[in-house]
């Protein structure tokens, strides 16, 4: 349990000092983020290594929380999204039907790379600017 709790540690840490490296590197005032939500775990550190699925994906679990957390301590609003819903949120967002032409269309205009994460991570945004709105 020590070396979990020291890896624990460790990613805060990491999500701390990646947070603000990302907010010096940035020109304009970072608002939030967006997180993938994380698929529920058994409660206790023990549960999760004797269950074979949480021990897959524990630690992706770990360092989203990190993420959150730390965002959260800079003020920062944390979206999470559902993989299986966030390209119907960003068009709900954008007012269109799809949201792939608009996506295809920014990828575009940035550049190489534009892959797949590139536009997930896009979308994740759309749809947190649209709870955004919904909710101000």
């Known amino acids: ?5 020291r890896v624990r540690a460790s990613a805060a840490r990491g999500a ?6 990302l907010a010096a590197a940035v020109p304009a005032p970072i608002a ?13 550190t023990e549960e999760r290594i004797a269950d074979n699925r949480a021990q897959t994906v524990a630690d992706s679990v770990m360092y989203r929380e990190a993420l959150a ?5 800079r003020g920062w609003s944390v979206h999470w999204y ?11 967002t954008l007012g ?10 920014m990828g575009r205009s940035i550049g190489p790379p534009w892959q797949a994460k590139h536009k ?8 947190a600017m649209g709870r955004r709105a919904s909710q101000g």
């Open 32 to 44: 939030g983020i967006a997180i993938r939500v994380c698929p529920t775990l058994p409660p206790t």
């Open 82 to 92: 559902d993989r299986e819903r966030v390209f119907r949120e960003a068009a709900a």
């Open 1 to 5: 349990m020590a070396l979990v709790e």
């Open 16 to 21: 701390r000092e990646g947070l603000e490296a």
């Open 69 to 73: 957390a730390a965002a959260e301590a």
């Open 96 to 105: 269109l039907e799809d949201v792939d032409a608009f996506l295809h269309a």
């Open 120 to 127: 997930l991570a896009a979308a994740a945004a759309l749809a």
